[in-house]
């Protein structure tokens, strides 16, 4: 099966603004093209702010940036850039080395600072409605992210960040965010969170949570008649179908059909056994939603799984 490269629309635009050089900008400039003038004095607008923007490098020993690369490469939202991007970001992180008990972000607050973990536990906590009380709502551990919402939605800070224990973490400015992470980020999301929120299973998950599996999903595609698992392997990925149908077959027999929203590969992770089952793209391309096994047991609801399994699987 292969797996897709993200889609990136407006990156791609990105790409082509960026292709203006100082020789084609004084021509679209020049008397002859007045009548593009607007246009032009635009696109400039847009390229002088992208070369205007110098991202901040502070320094690091060889240790620490072999650390944060490490901690990066777990991460979804920064474990896919480019080479020469992941390289800025480790040029503009800083290590933050944090205390038990402190807060590091404080619900209401303005942000400009996103935080990723690489030891330590962090609550992250929000008022019970109507009540004094607060409740933990993620707890954040290696490789998560946290503090990305204020900037990728320029909203006031969601939650309250504690962290439980001592800790390290690598802050990361507004600006380089922005210029390097925020985008793609936002398009994933929003091109996910509305479909996750339609697939029965996930629909009483937590928005957040949501979001976070729409961080970590990978889309794959398998061609008509294509196999995806095979029964008696090894297992690692859960899937969801997003477009075309799949199915079944135990011991040489049709089981099940898949089409769109529907999921399989669970049983394999919950269980810790080889594979129940071989499922097969059928009546044309599939398109899927793949999820590693880690993730998997993080963000979904294991017993809740087993539960509809038992119901589901004679
Ligand atoms: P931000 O709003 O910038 O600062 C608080 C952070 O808490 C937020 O980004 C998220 O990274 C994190 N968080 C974890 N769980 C939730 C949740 N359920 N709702 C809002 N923020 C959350
Ligand atoms: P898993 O065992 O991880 O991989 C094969 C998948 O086929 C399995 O998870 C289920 O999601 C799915 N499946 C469909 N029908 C059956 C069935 N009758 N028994 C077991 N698994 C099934």
């Not at 205007?52 to 920064?78: H, I, N």
């Not at 594979?275 to 963000?299: E, M, N």
Request: with cysteine; aromatic share 8%.
């Amino acid at each position: 099966m292969s797996e897709e490269p993200e889609k990136q629309d407006s990156e791609s635009e990105e790409e082509e603004d960026d292709v203006i050089d100082d020789a084609e900008f004084e021509r679209s400039m020049a008397p002859a093209s007045r009548g593009r003038q607007s246009v032009s004095a635009e696109a400039y607008g847009e390229w002088n702010k992208k070369k205007a923007f110098t991202p901040p490098v502070y320094e690091k020993s060889e240790d620490q940036k072999e650390r944060l690369k490490t901690v990066l490469s777990g991460s979804f939202m920064f474990s896919r850039l480019e080479p020469n991007e992941f390289n800025i970001i480790i040029g503009a992180m800083q290590e933050v080395a944090v205390e038990p008990s402190t807060r590091i972000i404080t619900r209401g607050d303005n942000g400009d600072t996103l935080y990723v973990i690489e030891t330590g536990v962090f609550d992250c906590s929000i008022p019970i409605e109507g009540q004094e009380e607060w409740k933990v709502v993620k707890t954040c551990r290696t490789g998560d992210v946290f503090g990305e919402l204020a900037l990728l939605y320029n909203a006031p800070r969601a939650a309250t960040v504690t962290a439980t224990e001592a800790g390290t973490c690598w802050s990361l400015d507004r600006e380089t965010f922005s210029h390097i992470v925020k985008e793609a980020a936002q398009n994933k999301r929003n091109r996910y969170d509305t479909f996750l929120a339609k697939v029965p299973l996930l629909a009483s998950m937590d928005p957040y949570e949501r979001s976070q599996l729409a961080d970590a999903l990978r889309v794959e595609t398998a061609t008509d008649g294509q196999t995806i698992v095979i029964q008696g392997e090894v297992g690692d990925k859960f899937y969801i179908v997003e477009e075309g149908a799949c199915v079944a077959n135990k011991d040489g027999a049709e089981v099940m059909q898949y089409g769109v929203g529907d999921y399989f590969g669970e049983l394999a992770l919950i269980r810790n056994t080889a594979r129940a089952a071989t499922v097969v793209a059928q009546g044309g391309p599939a398109k899927l939603l793949s999820i590693d096994g880690v993730t998997f047991k993080r963000l979904l609801d294991v017993s809740e799984l087993e539960k509809k399994a038992e119901g589901m699987y004679k």
